[in-house]
């Protein structure tokens, strides 16, 4: 993909393209989505390598696993626990906070494009989309965002109410997870599900408007030390937009948005999945990766 001579949307580059980059000077390298797929590949053939070949490096699910010995527990299955049973074991809460400082440092949603392994599934899924869309056999369905707080507090008070941990029964992260660690599920048919509504009715509706564990990273990435940086040699094309898993948090690329006229600025919403995306596409340069941390170092 070569951003520099062509405005690189969903709909005009081939999906495998998007796995290659090309600089400014004509050299190809590999792609940020190429990293990213890269990095869910190789985190769940640990998992399945530690259960199957008794590796011992990185043992359970997504849900909660030990790396190395050291606990590691999703954050929203440990506020689940608390709500049903009113208490939570200490191994738990080692390996929440474990998350929880290591989340804080790289950003929080980038659990979505960097870890979750729906997030290939979910890729895939929007590239035919947009293709059915394009061709006008289908309509797309957009939602306000902010309905997934919603979701995220349904989920909870359930929980509560039931003592029972009743998103882990529509959890596709969670059955994806097991069901590559140790096999077919039929509980694969919510994943399929899911699928072909994202395919058919709204783009990338589980991660944008559904799963409470994104919700979840979400209020951690809000404060993390990591970010997009967006700066004003920006000319406003939205091409970043349209490829954006979640379109609201650039909202500082529009025309006029920048009340502040602002040289740069830090993409703050808790939402940006840092995947990584909108730099890929940006034939102006104007969005790149930054931590907070640079001043320390």
């Known amino acids: 993909m070569n951003k520099y001579n062509t405005r690189a949307t969903i ?23 190429f990293y990213r797929w890269l990095s869910v590949i190789s985190i769940h053939l640990i998992f399945f390598l530690s259960y199957n070949i008794d590796l011992q490096v990185l043992e359970g699910t997504l849900s909660g696993s030990r790396f190395l010995g050291f606990h590691l527990i999703d954050p929203f299955i440990t506020l689940e626990v608390f709500l049903a049973h009113h208490k939570i074991p200490i191994n738990l809460i080692i390996g929440t906070a474990t998350i929880v400082i290591v989340y804080l440092l790289i950003g929080g949603r980038a659990y979505c494009s960097w870890v979750c392994p729906y997030t290939i599934i979910g890729e895939i899924a929007e590239k035919i989309h947009r293709k059915l869309l394009k061709a006008k056999l289908i309509k797309s369905y957009r939602f306000n965002e902010k309905i997934k707080y919603i979701f995220w507090f349904i989920f909870l008070l359930l929980s ?31 994943v ?25 990273y979400a209020l951690i990435g809000w404060p993390s030390a990591t970010k997009i940086v967006w700066d004003d040699k920006c000319d406003h094309c939205q091409v970043c937009s349209n490829v954006c898993l979640v379109p609201h948090v650039l909202e ?12 740069e600025s830090f993409i703050l919403s808790g939402d940006c999945t840092l995947c990584g995306r909108c730099i890929e596409v940006c034939h102006q340069d104007a969005l790149r990766y930054e931590t907070k941390l640079k001043k320390l170092i």
């Not at 709909?11 to 400014?24: A, G, L, M, N, Q």
């Open 11 to 33: 709909e005009t580059v081939s999906f495998f393209d998007t796995f290659i980059s090309t600089s400014k000077d004509g050299k190809k390298r590999l792609g940020i989505r």
């Open 160 to 190: 509560f109410i039931s003592g029972y941990l009743v998103f882990e029964t529509f959890n596709i992260v969670g059955i994806l997870s097991r069901a590559i660690v140790y096999g077919y599920s039929v509980a694969l048919s919510l």
């Open 192 to 216: 399929l599900a899911v699928f072909l509504v994202e395919v058919f009715f709204s783009q990338r509706a589980w991660c944008r408007y559904i799963c409470p564990i994104g919700t979840t």
């Open 252 to 263: 500082i690329t529009k025309k006029n948005a920048n009340n502040k006229n602002e040289k």
